[in-house]
């Protein structure tokens, strides 16, 4: 199992950022797909969250500026960043979710950095 995340940087405050997230060794379309950020000193935090049938929900803090989508045919999740600010700095992680009977199985990716800083 992987995942792979891409799309990190630099970015000024109001500027965009396009994450990607590339999945590979289980069914990636069965899984509930999720973006978590986790800024130094402070808790790892989701960012948004989009199921497999396709419905999404976004943290307070995101809500308006961030939108994730997913392509099942190409096996990858995106986060894209709009209206960018300081406090979106962090380091981004991508991780997929599901539950086999009570079981919950969950995979993450090794994060991304996402500075926002002018």
């Known amino acids: 199992v992987q995942l792979v995340e891409s799309g990190g940087g630099l970015v000024q405050p109001g500027g965009s950022l396009r994450l990607s997230c590339a999945a590979s060794?289980?069914?990636?379309?069965?899984?509930?797909m999720n973006w978590f950020r986790q800024a130094p000193g402070k808790e790892r935090e989701l960012v948004a969250n989009?199921?497999?049938?396709?419905?999404?929900n976004y943290g307070d803090s995101v809500k308006g500026r961030f939108t994730i989508a997913r392509d099942n045919a190409k096996n990858t999740v995106y986060l894209q960043m709009n209206s960018l600010k300081p406090e979106d700095t962090a380091v981004y992680y991508c991780?997929?979710?599901?539950?086999?009977?009570?079981?919950?199985?969950?995979?993450w990716g090794q994060g991304t950095q996402v500075t926002v800083s002018s």
């Open positions: 060794g289980f069914t990636f379309s069965a899984y509930s």
């Open positions: 989009i199921r497999a049938g396709g419905s999404t």
């Open positions: 991780n997929a979710a599901f539950t086999w009977g009570d079981r919950p199985i969950t995979y």
